[in-house]
């Protein structure tokens, strides 16, 4: 569990592919409906889903031929069930969380 572990905290652990989770909380979007807000390449936006789909957080699939990406929530329950471990977390809810990644990015 420790590599799941760590392959999702170190997923979590950017701020672009926190924001890109947030604008999937959404709903399934385009690869570069993805990029679009951000001021890098679409290589660039494509390694961090690369590492999100890596770590579990996002599903990629082909449909005609867009490539889309889908949350992936579930992917965070070993996360959750780690830190619960130390009695001062609560279960990670999906309300929660978007309240969480939307503070972020705002402040």
Do not use: Y
């Not at 690369?50 to 031929?65: D, M, N, P």
């Amino acid at each position: 569990m420790s590599t799941t572990l760590d392959t999702t905290f170190a997923a979590l652990s950017d701020p672009t592919r926190r924001a890109i989770l947030a604008m999937l909380l959404e709903d399934d979007m385009a690869v570069t409906d993805v990029a679009e807000p951000f001021a890098m390449s679409l290589a660039a936006i494509s390694k961090h889903l690369t590492i999100l789909t890596r770590a579990g957080l996002i599903s990629q699939e082909k449909r005609g031929r867009v490539k889309w990406c889908k949350l992936e929530p579930d992917a965070l329950r070993d996360a959750t069930i780690w830190m619960q471990g130390f009695g001062q977390f609560e279960a990670v809810n999906l309300d929660a969380f978007e309240r969480f990644l939307k503070e972020e990015l705002d402040g």
